[in-house]
């Protein structure tokens, strides 16, 4: 005990290496001793390795320092001690980037890489490969060419890499080196042969056919490198999902063949490659699935960490098919590895029955302390979809939500749980009540801002249309006496929603407001005021907030500013409105999530405009603001010889097809290619963008239409298109055409669609009630739907047709019921409002009374006639 | 791309580290410049990760969309990170390669004091296992062959009076602890 107490103490005494505290300037200083006479190989390796040291700490040396020091090194390669020699490589390699005129030691690493010291040859090759750029590398060419088939490993195997890098750089080049590389597969060493696979697939990646015949060869031979085997499965997986080859091709034999390998590696590759093919059928995924429970109980915890991730990654896809595995994922629920029992859980979580949940919880709970935050948030994720699964068990799994919330834990794993009890509130009716409840104690004591910010936006949402709104109003109020200026703020907000909302509660609110108007902080004062202004007179104003993105709105303000009218005052009505396709196609994402997506959305809506403004000639005509732009439809099969999709971007009055053609020959020269098309009635051609030329790749066209006056004529129509352009044949690598003489030829595109839905804009109305009285005219048209047998299913085919919004969450509809309520909003081209109501009911088809209100008589006449 | 199989590259390792027992990184090599722009988003994940892996040693953690295995050894620790999708069997044969090779240099007397005596032969090493992301040699034996091990045959003429004295105390405290 005293002898291990005095050796502590020792060691402790004599840690003081020439490491510690080590000076920038005295090492530079040291470095002079590469320029004596006679080297001491001890000595300068050792400062070498110092300065090496201090660059990894994160010491930066500039171009000057480096270059001394770099120049000084110069001076070692007199000296003949190994590890000097390939300490001056190290020291090449971490400087080259910084010190200038680093080529010159160019003549010096050649002489190494041909010379006799077979220690020296592999290192000095990837030395000077980082030192030459790709005009130099002509010249050493033929020195990398014999060093791929050199007969000494590590020679082979260091060309090979570096050759690897420079396809990145010099394509080309390696290119030419293709022989010797596929001799180089050949070699004893595994790996050579490993790298020699990877220059080669990194060589042919491009062409699909070489690659097949690489492929077809390789898996009939054995590798013997483990990582051949595993890079070549990748490069087979890669092909039979690229190709869709059915599962009984000898490709995916080779697959299956690969789990029975006697290494780990490559069984866990396979097993990897095949569950992640995207055609994959449960029957196909047996045997890798059984390969990964065995690693389940392996003692090593790698092997295990790597099967439950991969089995977890199948249970979303395929739950059915892991509960084989079930009773040897509950075995490792308690691993001592706090990573794989996590999503041991989580696996068994997304492949549980509803019985079994409540067992889960408790052992959940049980550990749920000691894990990282990251992984909570991923158990939090899986308690999530479970809730929308299970909508019965809402109960428990609030219940557990919620302990999970007093618990001690960062913000994004709160942000996470938060989220969790936001969306089951929104996707289940039933546990709104206690899930707002649960949300009302946790900012009650919430240390994170940003997150009692939303809640309270939620509260203010949600809570006026609860049973018992006043209840809320407390939580709310406790805030604005408690907390600091942004919640102050965001609670003053959530107030003015209530008494909006409920008129009941109007004259308390607008007390608690008043006081308000003596807060220390401007802005709670300010909403303070602006809401009592607003209740006295435009209630609506709160209840309908702003619906135009923050992004759109700058962007039309800064118009405004730069025509220097002031003549007339801005007009919010001329914004585009938000629209919320996004959120449409992603009910169930969180509501952060679709903010974001909103945004970024409208983000996409200004840069396509910016992307069309750039186009010279579109630029000279006056669009005017875009308002929507359709989603992309392919007017030709996707293996033909030339790919044209199609974009319509919709203005008040033009529509702008923007066509993206692809030229998939690289023998072929496309010049003059322009679109037309055979215009329907009362369209008319304002102008036609071509591409002069265009070589292997692709370009853009457009063609600029004008709107029809009459409405009635521009939806539910198909416009034919011809692509037209002049062939020259080219030569694939250079694309110099071989003459200068060529061919006209056209090629029949598909229709291009155009849709009552181009035309309106998914906006939200947050209360659709207020936004209804508005508008006055309206029309009304009952129908027998024809399409549809069930009410969901005529749901979303209208709101697919129209195009438009639906509101307060109207489309989601309750299972057996017999008749329900769809609210929708839109704008159509050019900003007219339109709202419908459409009445579903179940008799023996579905039967619908559309009510349309819109501020245009005629646009509400078309819409409400246009279905049927 | 929508599929989640891996792309066919040699591209495999994205960083290894060694740190002493306080956390402080002895050895440093990163190959991605995405996750890893600069020395201070290096050093942050470092301490981010050494926090999670210094008490509990089993082996493997994902960590800010990454898969790190790792080996500590009295008052080392040795990391090998790659992407999160990867084959965790793979980096194991570097860690394992790096961990072994590193242990050879050092006699089996793996620790820090040693390390940092060794610390040029150790960054050959390094250097000999991975090449910019690629995975060079994975087999301890060949690599230390390549990094031209200097043992023995340094005569005792060069080697320094202090350093012969290190050697036989070295000896002599072995010697007692068995």
């Known amino acids: 005990m005293n002898f291990k107490r005095e050796k502590k103490e020792e060691e402790e005494g004599t840690s003081v290496s020439i490491y510690s505290n080590l000076e920038k300037t005295s090492v530079l200083q040291e470095s002079r001793a590469f320029n004596e006479s006679v080297i001491n190989p001890r000595k300068c390796t050792q400062i070498l390795s110092k300065i090496l040291y201090l660059l990894i700490q994160g010491e930066q040396l500039n171009a000057n320092e480096a270059t001394e020091v770099f120049f000084a090194m110069t001076k070692l390669f007199q000296c003949r001690d190994p590890v000097l020699r390939r300490m001056v490589y190290l020291g090449i390699k971490e400087l080259s980037h910084i010190a200038e005129d680093v080529i010159i030691v160019t003549s010096s690493l050649t002489k190494d890489m041909t010379g006799k010291e077979d220690l020296y040859r592999g290192a000095a090759i990837r030395a000077l490969c980082t030192i030459t750029d790709a005009s130099m590398l002509q010249a050493l060419e033929r020195y990398l060419k014999q060093a791929i088939v050199d007969k000494l490993p590590t020679v082979s195997s260091a060309a090979l890499v570096r050759s690897y890098h420079l396809t990145f750089t010099s394509g080309e080049l390696v290119k030419r080196w293709v022989s010797e590389v596929q001799e180089a597969i050949n070699s004893e060493s595994v790996m050579v042969q490993y790298h020699a696979l990877g220059v080669l697939y990194q060589i042919r990646k491009m062409d699909r056919l070489a690659v097949t015949k690489l492929v077809s060869k390789l898996t009939k031979s054995h590798l013997k490198s483990p990582f051949a085997s595993s890079l070549l499965i990748r490069i087979t997986a890669k092909l039979v999902d690229e190709e869709e080859l059915p599962t009984d091709s000898p490709f995916f034999d080779y697959l299956e063949a690969m789990l029975r390998h006697k290494s780990e590696l490559v069984i866990f590759e396979a097993a990897h490659a ?28 790698a092997l295990r960490f790597a099967a439950v991730r991969t089995l977890n990654k199948i249970a979303i896809a395929h739950p059915t098919s892991v509960t084989n595995c079930n009773v040897d994922l509950e075995n490792l629920i308690t691993d001592s590895n706090r990573s794989i029992a996590t999503l041991a859980i989580t696996t068994l979580l997304k492949t549980g029955a509803e019985s079994s949940i409540d067992r889960l919880m408790k052992q959940i709970a049980s550990f749920v302390s000691e894990i990282s935050d990251e992984f909570k948030v991923v158990v939090v994720k899986a308690i999530k979809s479970l809730c929308l699964k299970f909508p019965r068990k809402h109960g428990s799994l609030m219940g557990f939500l919620s302990a999970l919330l007093r618990d001690e834990g960062g913000l994004e794993y709160k942000a996470a749980i938060a989220d969790t009890i936001i969306t089951i509130i929104e996707e289940n009716p039933e546990a709104k009540e206690t899930g707002l409840s649960h949300l009302c104690e946790f900012i009650e004591d919430c240390e994170h ?189 996707s293996e033909t010889e030339y790919l044209v999709e199609v974009v319509k971007h919709v203005y008040k009055s033009y529509l702008v097809l923007q066509f993206r053609i692809e030229n998939t020959l ?12 055979d215009l329907p009635e009362g369209f008319q051609q304002v102008v036609s963008i071509g591409i002069n030329q265009l070589r292997y790749g692709s370009g853009y066209a457009y063609v600029v239409l004008s709107w029809p006056e009459d409405i009635e004529g521009t939806f539910g129509i198909g416009i034919g298109s011809t692509l037209k352009f002049l062939v020259k044949d080219c030569d694939p690598d250079t694309g110099i055409p071989d003459s200068e003489e060529g061919y006209d030829d056209d090629y029949v595109l598909e229709d291009i669609d155009i849709n009552l839905s181009d035309q309106i804009l998914p906006v939200s109305r947050a209360n659709f009630g207020a936004a209804w009285e508005e508008l006055e005219i309206e029309q009304e048209e009952t129908y027998a739907l024809s399409n549809a047998t069930t009410i969901p299913e005529a749901v979303k085919n209208i709101v697919n047709y129209l195009g438009m919004q639906p509101c307060d969450r109207s489309d989601r509809i309750p299972d057996g019921k017999s008749s329900h309520s769809l609210l929708l909003a839109g704008l159509f081209r050019g900003g007219v409002e339109v709202l419908a109501k459409a009445k579903f009911v179940l008799s023996d088809g579905v039967n619908l009374q559309l009510t349309v209100r819109a501020a245009d008589e005629n646009i509400a006449s078309i819409v409400t006639s246009s279905v049927g | 791309m929508d599929s989640s199989l891996l792309d066919p590259t040699l591209y495999i390792v994205k960083g290894m580290v060694i740190m002493d027992n306080d956390g402080n990184r002895l050895l440093a090599k990163y190959f991605d410049s995405v996750n890893f722009p600069s020395v201070k988003e290096q050093k942050t994940f470092e301490k981010n990760l050494f926090q999670k892996t210094h008490r509990a040693n089993s082996e493997v953690i994902m960590l800010d969309g990454l898969t790190v295995v790792y080996k500590s050894n009295v008052d080392l620790f040795f990391y090998v990170m790659g992407s999160c999708n990867d084959n965790e069997l793979i980096l194991m044969t570097v860690l394992h390669c790096m961990y072994d090779a590193v242990s050879q240099i050092l006699r089996k007397n793996v620790e820090k004091r040693n390390l940092l005596e060794n610390l040029d032969v150790v960054m050959l090493a390094m250097d000999e296992i991975c090449d910019g992301g690629i995975i060079l040699e994975a087999d301890p034996s060949a690599v230390c062959q390549r990094v031209a091990l200097r043992g023995d045959d340094i005569p005792i003429g060069e080697q320094t009076v202090a350093q012969v004295l290190q050697t036989a105390k070295e000896q002599l405290k072995w010697s007692l602890l068995k």
């Open chain 1, 449 to 637: 801002t940003s997150l009692a910010v939303r809640i309270l936006h939620l509260l203010g949402k949600e809570g006026p249309k609860a049973k018992n709104p006043s209840k809320y109003i407390r939580y709310i109020y406790n805030r604005v006496i408690l907390e600091q200026p942004a919640v102050r703020a965001a609670a003053v907000s959530a107030l003015a929603q209530f008494a909006a909302y409920c008129p009941n509660l109007l004259s308390n609110v607008v007390v608690l407001l008043r006081r308000c108007q003596v807060d220390g902080d401007d802005e709670v004062r300010d909403r303070a005021t602006l809401y009592l202004q607003l209740l006295e007179t435009d209630k609506n104003y709160i209840l309908n907030s702003l619906a135009t993105s923050v992004v759109v709105l700058e962007s039309a303000l800064q118009e405004y500013l730069k025509k220097s009218d002031f003549r007339q005052p801005f007009d919010i009505k001329s914004v585009p409105e938000q629209s919320i396709v996004a959120a449409a196609e992603k009910p169930k994402s969180l509501p952060a999530v679709t903010a974001a997506a909103q945004k970024t959305l409208a983000n996409t809506r200004v840069d396509q405009a910016e992307e069309l403004k750039k186009v010279p000639e579109l630029n000279r005509l006056d669009l005017g603001p875009l308002f929507k732009s359709s989603v992309k439809q392919m007017l030709t099969e």
């Open chain 1, 274 to 301: 095949i569950i992640n093919l995207r055609k994959i059928v449960p029957r196909d995924l047996n045997p890798a699935i059984s390969v990964l429970q065995l690693f389940c109980s392996s003692p090593k915890p």
């Open chain 1, 666 to 677: 690289a023998d072929q020269l496309l010049e003059n290619v322009k679109v037309d098309l």
